[in-house]
């Protein structure tokens, strides 16, 4: 019997998904192993408006304009961590 995803795995995946369907428009790319979004060119600022605004809808959370740094969105564990800390705080 199989455990279930960790909330973090979950996150990732949904968010995966999302820049793989969403901002890379279904082209094959390795999401997970991006050290940074924007130096492999796969997020603009309009995508970091899009994934703020999945981001704000999926987990009922607000992303402030000081939250939109490469700290927080520029990589699938960056944003996982993000998520987590808003959700908890």
Same mark, same amino acid.
């Given at each position: 019997?199989?455990?279930? @995803? +960790?909330?973090?795995?979950?996150? &990732?995946?949904? #968010?995966?998904?999302? *820049?793989? %369907? $969403?901002?890379?428009?279904?082209? @094959? +790319?390795?999401?997970?192993?991006? &050290?940074?979004? #924007?130096?492999?060119? *796969?997020? %603009? $600022?309009?995508?970091?408006?899009?994934?703020?605004?999945?981001?704000?809808?999926?987990?009922?959370?607000?992303?402030?304009?000081? %939250?939109?740094?490469?700290?927080?969105?520029?990589?699938?564990?960056?944003?996982?961590?993000?998520?987590?800390?808003?959700?908890?705080?």
């Amino acid at each position: 019997m199989s455990q279930p @995803p +960790t909330e973090a795995a979950a996150i &990732a995946d949904t #968010l995966a998904t999302f *820049i793989q %369907d $969403s901002l890379l428009l279904g082209k @094959p +790319t390795d999401v997970r192993g991006l &050290a940074s979004f #924007l130096e492999a060119g *796969i997020i %603009d $600022s309009t995508g970091v408006l899009e994934l703020v605004q999945f981001i704000e809808e999926t987990w009922d959370c607000k992303v402030a304009d000081d %939250d939109m740094v490469p700290d927080n969105l520029d990589s699938l564990p960056r944003l996982v961590a993000f998520i987590q800390k808003k959700r908890a705080g």
